[in-house]
């Protein structure tokens, strides 16, 4: 008896063998990230001088633009940060890599776009970190105990300037990263509801 392809063995018993799971295809990269892994991974494919200037001239405009960017997004953390201290720390190696001159052979242009290409990768990474770290400081603090999934939330109607100060306080440690101001925040603000507001509604 011929094997069959879902089987272990040709006959007798049937052991069933699953088909391989396809694959889940890769993120399609944007076009700067395109860009980048063309530059690091240059040995592998050398590029046309024409190439290689373009490719040069993309990088160097992208470092500069995004070196900018990544320090005003931590502009406003306190000197110490450790977030703020990694993101001046990229920035100063890629704006080192700006200074590298190419020479005047093709060997020492390829090592320029390499270079470039590393820099710009550690700024784009540095990049999606802070995207990610923002949203998660603007996201609410979850804790047990309280109302909704997450914390309390105010009523659009809601009048108490108790209330309304505590919730800006706590959106102020968030930003900060400040998670156990934002903690104790949520639990006074837990605590004034639970306490003051069910006196007024006695009265």
């Known amino acids: ?21 396809p694959r889940p295809l890769p993120r399609p990269r944007t076009g700067i990230e395109e860009v980048i892994h063309e530059a690091v991974t240059v040995e592998r494919c050398l590029p046309t001088p024409a190439r290689a200037d373009a490719l040069s001239e993309r990088l160097l405009d992208y470092i500069r633009a995004t070196a900018t960017a990544v320090e005003a997004a931590v502009s406003g953390r306190p000197a110490g940060d450790p977030v703020r201290e990694d993101a001046l720390t990229v920035v100063g190696e890629a704006r080192a890599r700006l200074g590298l001159t190419a020479g005047d052979g093709y060997v020492s242009a390829v090592i320029r776009i390499r270079s470039l290409g590393r820099g710009a990768e550690a700024l784009l990474e540095q990049q999606q970190l802070l995207q990610l ?21 105010l009523a659009p109607a809601e009048t108490c300037t108790t209330c309304h100060d505590l919730v800006e306080k706590r959106h102020d440690s968030q930003a ?28």
Do not use: C, F, I, K
Not at 133 to 153: D, K, M
């Open 176 to 203: 900060r990263n400040d998670w156990t101001a934002a903690h104790e925040t949520n639990a006074r603000l837990e605590a004034h509801r639970r306490t003051d507001h069910a006196h007024q509604a006695e009265n």
């Open 133 to 153: 770290t923002t949203a998660q400081a603007q996201a609410p603090v979850p804790l047990p105990h309280s109302a909704g999934p997450g914390v309390l939330v």
């Open 1 to 21: 008896m011929p094997p069959y392809p879902l089987t272990g063995n040709a006959g007798g018993g049937l052991t069933r063998v699953p088909p391989p799971r």
